[in-house]
């Protein structure tokens, strides 16, 4: 009777695991059915993308993109115009939907302004080109644009954008520059300033989408 009954449990818990491997693919066929359908449903939208845009203030600009929504863009990242790099943060809002829309942004950057150390080092290197006064200007702006996007696909889109930016530049004073380079200067470079200035601006660009 031990061995009838030993024999008859290892037939029941072989003929249970053989009803859980049928039935495990039909629990799983519909779960990856919907990941299948998720992944090709034309309403679904990439979150993250990468933005390259050219435009004042700020000159080349290239920056991250989270898309949580379709009427909203998050963007951060950095610009560089010709003379010195900027980092940058700004949001955009889109409120219609469809291949063109209107656009509002809204952005902030800042580049630091050049130390009397870093001149001192640029101005001792006879191997580089000749230093600009602009160099040591630091700079801030907040930009509010309208504007227009085109979404030529679901992960690429253009936009154009133009409006109005507040601009704070920052100059240091160069009196601690080494000798002989601190001889050299103007009345004007030996003293710091600050200049707060509304100028219009504007950019265009693209933004490609993955995820």
């Known amino acids: 009777m031990g061995a009838v009954s030993i024999v008859t449990a290892a037939v029941a818990a072989l003929a249970a695991h053989t009803a859980m491997a049928q039935a495990t ?14 992944s ?13 845009d ?15 929504s379709q009427h909203l863009r998050i963007h951060l990242g950095g610009a560089h115009n010709g003379l010195r790099g900027a980092l940058r943060a700004g949001l955009t809002l889109l409120p ?20 009397t150390k870093t001149l001192n080092r640029r101005l001792a290197d006879s191997t580089q080109l000749p230093t600009s006064s602009m160099e040591r200007v ?26 109005m930016s ?17 001889d050299s200067l103007s009345p004007v470079e030996t003293q710091s300033w600050m200049m707060r ?5 504007g950019k265009l660009g693209l933004t490609f989408f993955f995820g």
């Open 25 to 38: 693919p039909q629990v799983q066929a519909p779960q990856m059915e919907g990941r299948r359908r998720l």
């Open 40 to 52: 090709n449903d034309p309403e679904r939208l990439a979150p993250f993308g990468l933005m390259l």
């Open 54 to 68: 050219a435009g004042m203030p700020e000159g080349a600009g290239l920056s991250g993109v989270l898309r949580p």
């Open 96 to 115: 219609l939907k469809g291949k063109l829309s209107p656009s509002f942004s809204w952005e902030f950057g800042h580049a630091q302004a050049a130390s």
């Open 138 to 163: 630091g700079y801030t702006y907040i930009s509010t644009h309208v504007g227009l996007e085109f979404n030529a696909t679901r992960r690429l889109s253009f936009f154009v954008r133009g409006g």
């Open 166 to 182: 507040f601009m704070e530049m920052d100059v240091p004073s160069l009196q601690k520059l080494d000798e002989p380079f601190r």
């Open 197 to 201: 200035k509304v100028q219009p601006s």
